[in-house]
C-alpha cells in the first residue's frame, strides 16, 4: 500500500504570493490533517477534513485554508505570505474512526524570503 | 484533548534501554497514550498506542500505571538509528471536538 504522498517537497516564495499544497492519503483513508511545524513552536495542528468536510480547525489566520476532494485528496491554501509561515507543512491520513493511528507524509518545506 | 509534558531531551548510549515518561494529568477515560518518533525533516511515524496496563510491539513497550496519569515508552537496546524527537499524544487521534495537540516532544540523542 502507498504511503501519504505530499507535492511539492520544497517550495520557495516570497512574501505577498500564495501557495497551494497537495496531500493524497493511504487509499481508503477518509481523513486527512495538517500540521505546521517550526523550531520554534513544534508541531502545531491547522486543519482536518473528513469525507470532504473540515471537521476541525486549529487556530490559524483565515489566510490558511484547505479543502479535500471527493477521492480524499486533499490541499491546503496559504495567501498572502508572510517569512514567519516558513515551516515544514505536514500531512497526516487516517481511516477516521476513533483512536486509529495517523500515518504522515514526508512534508512540505516551504521557504518565504 | 489532554494536556502532555515530556522532558525536553535525553541523552543514552548504545545498547542501553532507555525510557521517556510523559505526564497526562487530566486523561479522560475515553483518551488512549499514542506515541510517535519523528526524524528531521520527515513526518511522525507511529510506535506504539495503548489504554491501560503494558502494551509491546516489535520496537518498544509503552507501561501505563492504573491511574492512567502518566505513561512510559521503553525503547530496548537503543542504537544509533534511534535518535529522533518522541512525541506523546493523547485523546482519541480524531476525536470529534478537540484539536490534534502534539507537545513538544523529547528530544533523544543516542551516543556511540
Not at chain 1, 87 to 104: H, M, V
Not at chain 2, 81 to 100: E, F, H, Q, W
Request: proline letters at 6%.
Amino acid at each position: 500500500k502507498a504511503g501519504v504522498t505530499q507535492t511539492p517537497r520544497y517550495l520557495i516564495k516570497t512574501r505577498g504570493q500564495q501557495v497551494t499544497l497537495s496531500c493524497s492519503p493511504i487509499s481508503g483513508h477518509r481523513s486527512v490533517s495538517w500540521y505546521q511545524q517550526t523550531p520554534g513552536q513544534g508541531l502545531q495542528f491547522l486543519f482536518e477534513y473528513f469525507s470532504e468536510t473540515q471537521r476541525n480547525k486549529g487556530n490559524f489566520p483565515g489566510r490558511f485554508s484547505g479543502r479535500q476532494f471527493s477521492n480524499s485528496r486533499s490541499e491546503m491554501n496559504v495567501s498572502t505570505l508572510e517569512l514567519g509561515d516558513s515551516a515544514l507543512y505536514l500531512c497526516a491520513s487516517s481511516p477516521g474512526t476513533r483512536n486509529e493511528k495517523l500515518f504522515f507524509g514526508s512534508g512540505t518545506q516551504l521557504s518565504v524570503l | 484533548l489532554a494536556k502532555t509534558t515530556q522532558p525536553i531531551s535525553m541523552d543514552s548510549y548504545e545498547g542501553q534501554e532507555v525510557n521517556i515518561t510523559c505526564s497526562h494529568n487530566n486523561i479522560a477515560t475515553n483518551d488512549y497514550i499514542t506515541w510517535y518518533q519523528q526524524f528531521p525533516s520527515q513526518g511522525p511515524r507511529f510506535i506504539i498506542q495503548g489504554y491501560k496496563t503494558k502494551v509491546t510491539n516489535e520496537v518498544a513497550s509503552l507501561f501505563i500505571p492504573a491511574d492512567r496519569k502518566s505513561s512510559t515508552l521503553s525503547l530496548p537496546r537503543v542504537s544509533l538509528s534511534d535518535t529522533a524527537v518522541y512525541y506523546c499524544l493523547v485523546g482519541p487521534p480524531m476525536n470529534r471536538d478537540d484539536k490534534i495537540i502534539f507537545g513538544k516532544g523529547t528530544r533523544l540523542h543516542i551516543l556511540p
